[in-house]
Structures are given as structure tokens and as C-alpha cells.
């Protein structure tokens, strides 16, 4: 990484609670490239000053991280087809101070259920209704799922986002023991298992239903082996984690900021780099 200098362009991610994925991710594709860029994390105590400040301070780039991919809807000027689809914000791109956002969480979500040839006759529980879960719905519908189920206490939120994808909503996980109580695909969308979090240790998911599923997704980034995981991998469940989502999201975002693409190689590196901390 270049030495701090008047020239260099900044890229910021807001999130609240930061992580080092996508600081780790971005230097390290900047330092391979030779770019004379930095990216740095942040933790906002207030939204508008911090998205004020990246259309007053020149900041090219800003990532958009729970609680805040909602909320920045109001404080951009441009909603590309990716975010302004879903009503979700996970990109910022500065151009000369008007502020462009978008969405690559969709891309990663429909990337990683193509890749992992997930069936799109499964039966689907998605647990929560924020941000992500849009982009989530979004991709699910989009690929030919039909037999999804939201869970969502917030039953404003968990309503319009299943009537909106023509899915069913539900404020609880059905019973083990109910009729309706398994689900082929599990995919947890909620800060649960999260690293820093007050549900850190804990299971997005009973174990009869992990027991009960074909394929565990969770999109937590932080740790990659979050207790879903763990215990999906345990029971011998295809898994699909947020390590993966952050990746291919990240990887879109730095395509956005710098207009290049890297080289497969020098993403596994990036990949590589990220993970090893």
C-alpha cells in the first residue's frame, strides 16, 4: 500500500458494526493493481453527516452495510435499477459529488444460488425482512423459486416483503412437529451468529430444522464459520456462506469504484487475504 499522499482516493464502508472483510479486500486488490487508493471502515453515529461527508469530502466509493441500507435511500441523488428494484443500498459511487446507488448484494445471492445448483423446487425459509432480505427475495424470485416462506417478527415489514415477491410470510418458524415444519432451504438474513453481536453463540435456526434441510445459507459474513454453519456442516449440509456473498459483493463494488476488473487470480488472492485474519 502506497504511503498516505494529497492524491490518493478513499472508499469507506458504513456499517454498525464494521468489519476488516472488505478493508482487507479492497488494500489488498489496490496493492496488487498498483492503485494509489485506500478503503477504510467506519461506524456512524450519524447517517446523513456520514453520506454528507463522502459527497463533501470527494470519497469515490461507500459500502452500506445493516442497519443503514434503507435509511441511505433518502440521502443519494440516483438509485441505479439494482438497488431502486429491491428499495435496498449496499454501494455508493461519487461521481464529482452527485451520489449513485446501488445493489451488488442481488448479484452475489444470484451468483452463489447458480453456482451451487440449489433446485428451485425447494421449499424456502428466509428469516428476516431488512435490506438484505430484499435483495435476498429478489434473487429468489428471480431464479424460479415459488415455494418460499418469510419469517419475520416485524409483521409490517415481513408482509410486504412476501406479498411483493408473491411468497407466504410468517412471524415464528413453524413447529418441528407441525405440518409445515420443514424446509429444504434455510437462509438466515438476520445479524443472529453475527461476530460483536449480542446473539453472537446463537442459532438463527433449531437444530430440526438444519437437521431437517438439504442446503444452509447464511448470508453473516462475520465470522465465516457462523454457528448456523457449524452445525450445518456438522449434520453434513450443503452450505453457502456469507464469506462467499462478501466476496462476490465486494468484488462488484470495486468493478463500480475503479472501472476495472480483476483477474480471477487476483480475487482469490484478495479472497484469501480477507480470510486469513
Known amino acids: 500500500m502506497p504511503i498516505l499522499n494529497k492524491d490518493m482516493t478513499l472508499c469507506i464502508s458504513l456499517s454498525a458494526r464494521p468489519s476488516n472483510n472488505g478493508t482487507r479486500f479492497h488494500n489488498h486488490l489496490y496493492e496488487q493493481l498498483g492503485l494509489n487508493w485506500i478503503y477504510k471502515a467506519f461506524a456512524p453515529t450519524d447517517l446523513a453527516q456520514a453520506i454528507a461527508g463522502v459527497r463533501g469530502l470527494g470519497i469515490r466509493g461507500c459500502a452500506v452495510s445493516m442497519p443503514f441500507k434503507e435509511d441511505v435511500i433518502a440521502l443519494v441523488d440516483v438509485m441505479d435499477p439494482s438497488a431502486k428494484a429491491i428499495d435496498s443500498v449496499n454501494t455508493i459511487v461519487n461521481d464529482g459529488g452527485k451520489l449513485t446507488a446501488y445493489n451488488t448484494d442481488y448479484t452475489a445471492i444470484e451468483q452463489l444460488l447458480e453456482r451451487n445448483a440449489v433446485p428451485t423446487d425447494n ?19 428471480d431464479a424460479g423459486f415459488r415455494h418460499v416462506t418469510i419469517i419475520a417478527r416485524n409483521e409490517a415489514a415481513g408482509r410486504a416483503l412476501a406479498g411483493l415477491y408473491g411468497f407466504e410470510w410468517r412471524a415464528v418458524l413453524p413447529a418441528p ?16 451468529g453475527m461476530a460483536g453481536g449480542p446473539e ?19 448470508v453473516v459474513a462475520l465470522p465465516a464459520e457462523t454457528p448456523l454453519i457449524k452445525a450445518a456442516r456438522a449434520a453434513g449440509k450443503q452450505v453457502i456462506t456469507g464469506a ?30 480477507m480470510r486469513a485474519q
Not at 177 to 192: F, H, K, Q, R, W
Open 244 to 273: 462467499e456473498v462478501a466476496t462476490i459483493q465486494a468484488l462488484e463494488q470495486f468493478v463500480l469504484y475503479t472501472g476495472i476488473r480483476p483477474s480471477d487470480e487476483q480475487v482469490r488472492a484478495a479472497e484469501e487475504f
Open 123 to 141: 421449499t424456502v425459509w428466509l428469516l428476516g425482512a431488512g435490506g438484505m432480505a430484499k435483495a435476498t427475495a429478489a434473487a429468489l424470485r
Open 177 to 192: 412437529d407441525s405440518a409445515e415444519g420443514t424446509a429444504d432451504l434455510l437462509i438466515n438474513v438476520t445479524p443472529v
Open 200 to 218: 453472537s453463540g446463537a442459532l438463527s435456526f433449531p437444530p430440526e430444522a438444519v437437521a431437517a434441510a438439504k442446503v444452509v445459507f447464511d
